[in-house]
């Protein structure tokens, strides 16, 4: 735990590390006591969907004998959610942001283009547009992807989450500035986890924790350390998932309810959390490395300098045997990864 | 005790609770419209809707233990309220131990969801482009000026145009006026009337279209139907303009209607498009649709803790509403000066005002120096407005029986416990072992005292009590008789 609290500090001020925690538990009471001023009914909320365009990761899986793309299938069952979280309040607001393996961008709320107003009579038009402008947005957005990366489109298995989850939060921080709007985040990805973007990672989740604002994660085929993480550090629930059939009603069920319903809801919660971090200096995720005592950055092998807050550390006097004991600075701390 | 009575009816303007009185047939119809099923879900309590979208999807109906499993223990009693407005308003439907949603609005709902319901169930655009095309700024304005002379002529500001004659019926049939004479001018505003003027326009909106409503049978139209069609234009997009040729023979009247209400802009009657006002696109979404509308319009009202009110305001409509509830002691050109006082709340109180009415008044209109500080009013103020209504508000009526003359003390006894623990008891004597009892709960009494009586009979063949009170006494003798309980 030591180890991950203390990343945002580097970048943040010196006392984030120690205290970050207890301040932050005072945070949501206060900022639920202001959300809950209106009456029952109308509680509105902003749900801000990540979702995972990186183009490799949606390849059709051997175990599924349909012809439809992995994609198609989930962006149908997605588009259904996104209309029922429309239904629920007028004026809920949504946002999609969609994270390629390079660049993220918003795909809705965007601008319309003119022609797209002949809306089709049978769908609600908040539906309609949500839909179309997601739709269009995707194909824009994975179109570039592939003219950026060649041909070898479809072996890239990672996405830039960091990146679009920062543009999530900033959107949020912007919307919730002057109205009491609940949000909640949900990151649907299915592709692997990205060690280099661990620190850039671990410092928007941390953001979106000292902001309320919790992160859901539906992850798709196999588990990811770093999102489990978001998930249980922000509160949110994480969910993997094997196959993208019953989508749908996971989502109807668990990531559905804005927060201030769930705390009379029984969602699921994750039994077991992995927190392993990555390095800092081969961005490897590692069980046992070393940490700096000073700014509790993480590293695989000993080092004489910490890279991050340019500490220089005694050489050790016995050999480095196994891992699992700190650099020690100065005093002489020790500090042990969980 | 009638008059008190009598005086509490309040004018309806709560759609939820007027549906939640319809009967299941009439959802049956209602959930055929997509529009209507958004709607109508829309009116649900949050966790009601969580509960309705967790069982959209899935196939076989649900356990209450299911149920009960999908939520904290601590939260039973808000899953159980839930139930009961989903149960209510026909969500959802309980067999045995088995809940599933019905059928008709599960497909409907789905199909409004996933877009592939029947081709004009949320409207068919006008096609090619209108001549006489307006904007949103202009529908705005054209609601809000219409409305607005509806208001100015309830407080007897009359104007060079009258508001439409089906308005004026309407004020009329709901008592929100009352007619003096013939002309259209006779009409004068009653108690409900001032009321009605405190809501917000949305409230105001729906006690108009409610009073429609059950006067629609009487113009030869099903009430399902006008209601259907008023979901539908709640349901449409600002801006847009729809095509009436798809309009059946009822929604065209209703239509007609609507445009004298200010809810739909139509540029002639015989026009082949209409456009929804904000009036109808905010019907179903709660609060939103005061902020929307009266954005533009900055609060006036300036309160301080000494009651002294001061508002800045040249429309006679906010000074006429604002009398009702302040001693105006000051008019000045731009802005006018008043006091509340312990008898101008009463004047309000007794034309059943409310004290949450007036702080819900002055708080939405409250002046934006006012709204730099937290709360908006002075509590002061608020409370003592809150204390002078509950002084009011001592008595409460209920409908009772009086039960006395028990032969035995154990009779009296059995009967008091009954009744208390049907929660039907409303005071008792047991010094004097008379009872009474509220008259919902009196049938069940009677039925149990019969049962036990006859139990005693059986046993000692031997009759015991006296007068458990026979029904239909006459008022005002001793015996059963209609009490008033006083808490």
Redesign the interface.
């Known amino acids: 735990m030591a180890a991950e609290e203390g990343l945002i500090k580097p970048r943040g001020s010196s006392k984030a590390g120690s205290t970050g925690t207890p301040s932050l538990r005072g945070g949501p009471s206060v900022t639920t006591a202001s959300a809950v001023v209106?009456s029952?009914?109308?509680?509105v909320s902003l749900l801000i969907v990540v979702l995972d365009c990186a183009a490799g990761a949606w390849v059709p899986r051997q175990s599924n004998n349909h012809d439809i793309g992995e994609l198609g299938t989930v962006l149908d069952q997605l588009?259904?959610f996104l209309?029922?979280f429309l239904?629920?309040?007028?004026?809920n607001m949504l946002a999609l942001i969609g994270a390629g393996a390079t660049t993220s961008d918003f795909l809705y709320p965007r601008p319309a283009p003119p022609d797209q107003h002949?809306?089709?009579?049978?769908?609600?038009?908040?539906?309609?547009q949500t839909?179309n402008t997601l739709m269009t947005g995707i194909k824009n957005l994975m179109d570039r992807e592939a003219a950026n990366m060649g041909n070898d489109v479809d072996t890239i298995l990672h996405c830039n989450l960091a990146s679009a989850l920062s543009k999530a939060l900033c959107y949020a921080n912007r919307l919730t500035k002057d109205q009491p709007v609940r949000t909640h985040l949900l990151v649907v990805s299915a592709s692997h986890d990205t060690p280099a973007h661990y620190v850039a990672l671990m410092n928007t989740i941390f953001s979106a924790q000292k902001a309320d604002i919790p992160i859901d994660v539906c992850k798709l085929y196999g588990d990811s350390v770093f999102l489990q993480q978001a998930a249980h550090l922000t509160g949110g629930v994480y969910l993997g998932l094997d196959d993208p059939m019953g989508l749908?009603?996971h989502l109807?069920?668990t990531f559905?309810?804005?927060p201030?319903?769930r705390?009379?809801?029984?969602l699921p919660t994750a039994t077991r959390v992995d927190f392993r971090a990555a390095c800092f200096c081969h961005q490897q995720i590692v069980s046992e490395g070393f940490v700096c005592s000073v700014c509790l950055s993480v590293y695989c092998k000993w080092r004489p300098v910490c890279a991050t807050c340019k500490t220089k550390f005694p050489f050790p006097k016995s050999t480095m045997g196994g891992g699992g004991v700190g650099l020690a600075a100065d005093g002489g701390a020790t500090g042990a990864m969980v | 005790m009638n008059e008190l009575i009598s005086s509490r009816k309040t004018v309806q303007n709560d759609i939820a609770s007027h549906l939640r009185e319809l009967p299941a047939e009439t959802f049956h119809k209602l959930y055929r419209e997509p529009a209507t099923c958004l709607a109508v879900f829309r009116l649900l309590p949050q966790l009601s809707k969580q509960l309705v979208m967790r069982m959209l999807y899935l196939r076989q109906p649900v356990t209450t233990d299911e149920l009960q499993s999908w939520c904290q223990p601590t939260a039973y009693s808000f899953l159980e309220n839930a139930l009961d407005h989903a149960q209510r308003l026909q969500f959802l439907v309980q067999q045995g131990d088995m809940w599933h949603l019905n059928t008709t609005f599960r497909e409907e709902f789905q199909n409004a969801l996933t877009g592939r319901g029947p081709a004009t169930s949320f409207g068919s655009l006008a096609e090619g482009t209108d001549s006489h095309s307006v904007d949103v700024a202009f529908l705005d304005n054209y609601a809000k000026t219409g409305w607005e002379s509806v208001l100015q002529f309830m407080v007897g500001q009359r104007g060079e145009r009258n508001p439409h004659p089906a308005v004026l019926n309407i004020l009329e049939k709901s008592g929100l006026m009352e007619r003096t004479g013939l002309q259209p001018a006779d009409l004068v505003i009653t108690h409900s009337g001032f009321q009605f003027l405190l809501q917000d326009i949305n409230s105001q909106v729906w006690a108009l279209l409610l009073q429609y409503l059950s006067m629609v049978k009487d113009l030869g139209m099903e009430e399902d139907d006008v209601l259907n069609f008023i979901f539908f234009l709640s349901s449409l997009e600002l801006g847009s303009a729809y095509s009436t040729e798809v309009l059946t023979e009822t929604q065209a009247t209703v239509l007609m209607d609507m445009v004298a209400f200010g809810i739909v802009y139509r540029r002639k009657k015989k026009s082949k498009r209409f456009y929804p006002t904000r009036l109808a696109t905010t019907l179903t979404n709660g609060k939103a649709a005061i902020r929307q509308t009266e954005s533009e319009q900055e609060g006036y009202i300036l309160l301080e803790t000494n009651y002294r009110l001061y508002a800045y305001t040249t429309s006679e409509l906010q000074i006429a509403i604002l009398k009702l509830f302040v001693d105006i002691t000051f008019r000045f050109p731009t802005f006018v000066m008043g006091v509340i006082t312990r008898e101008s709340i009463e004047r309000a109180l007794k034309k059943n005002i409310t004290a949450e009415q007036i702080i819900q008044y002055l708080t939405t209109n409250a002046h934006p120096l006012m709204r730099k500080t937290s709360p908006i009013l002075p509590l002061t103020v608020v409370d003592q407005i809150r204390l002078w209504e509950m002084d009011m508000n001592r008595f409460t009526v209920h409908a009772a029986r009086h039960v006395w003359q028990f032969p035995t003390r154990d009779e009296y006894e059995t009967l008091r416990n009954y009744a208390k623990s049907i929660n039907g008891l409303l005071a008792c004597s047991d010094t004097r072992w008379w009872l009474v009892i509220k008259a919902e709960s009196f049938q069940s009494v009677a039925t149990y005292t019969r049962r036990i009586m006859e139990q005693r009979r059986a046993r000692k063949s031997r009759s015991a009590l006296g007068a458990a009170a026979a029904a239909g006494a006459a008022a005002g003798a001793p015996g059963s008789t209609d009490a008033d309980g006083m808490h």
Do not use: E, W
């Not at chain 1, 239904?87 to 004026?91: V, Y």
């Not at chain 1, 002949?118 to 309609?128: D, I, P």
């Not at chain 1, 705390?263 to 029984?266: R, V």
């Open positions: 209106g029952d009914g109308d509680d588009c259904v209309n029922a239904a629920l309040n007028h004026d002949l809306a089709r009579s049978t769908a609600y038009q908040q539906f309609f839909n749908i009603q109807m069920f559905l309810p804005p201030t319903v705390k009379h809801l029984a």
